[in-house]
């Protein structure tokens, strides 16, 4: 069964950066569709960016785009969200989701069967 889970959150201050890891086990991934995505206190969870693991097919968010970036590692089956000039408007719990569908620009949501617990970033002014 395929397990994710996240890692590399913590406190930082505006304008500073995270590196988050999701590592993944229990299937094989390198035509999967992974995604990160994030959920504020009192909000809906929403899309942050979404990419195929090996590669491609990566979009993001208006509102990160330009400060995070997207990536997988196939060898070590761990995605990377790495998060830059970072606003108190981005703390949140992040989640990494992974599923079928990496083979194209689908909507954020499709085929995202499988989710991490997720993990806290907080931004301080």
């Known amino acids: 069964q395929v397990q994710l889970v996240e890692s590399g959150g913590g406190l930082v201050q505006a304008g500073g950066s995270l590196r988050l890891s999701c590592a993944a086990s229990g299937g094989t991934f390198s035509s999967y569709a992974m995604g990160w995505f994030r959920q504020a206190p009192g909000k809906e969870r929403e899309f ?24 997988g590692d196939n060898a ?12 108190p408007e981005d703390t949140a719990v992040y989640y990494c ?29």
């Open 97 to 125: 989701a992974a599923g079928a569908g990496g083979g194209s620009y689908y909507p954020p949501y499709y085929g995202m069967d499988f989710w991490g617990k997720g993990t806290l970033v907080t931004v301080s002014s």
């Open 48 to 71: 942050v960016a979404r990419s195929r693991w090996s590669g491609g097919f990566t979009y993001y968010a208006d509102s990160v785009k330009g400060r995070f970036t997207i990536s």
């Open 76 to 87: 070590k089956n761990t995605v990377y969200l790495q998060m830059n000039s970072l606003k």
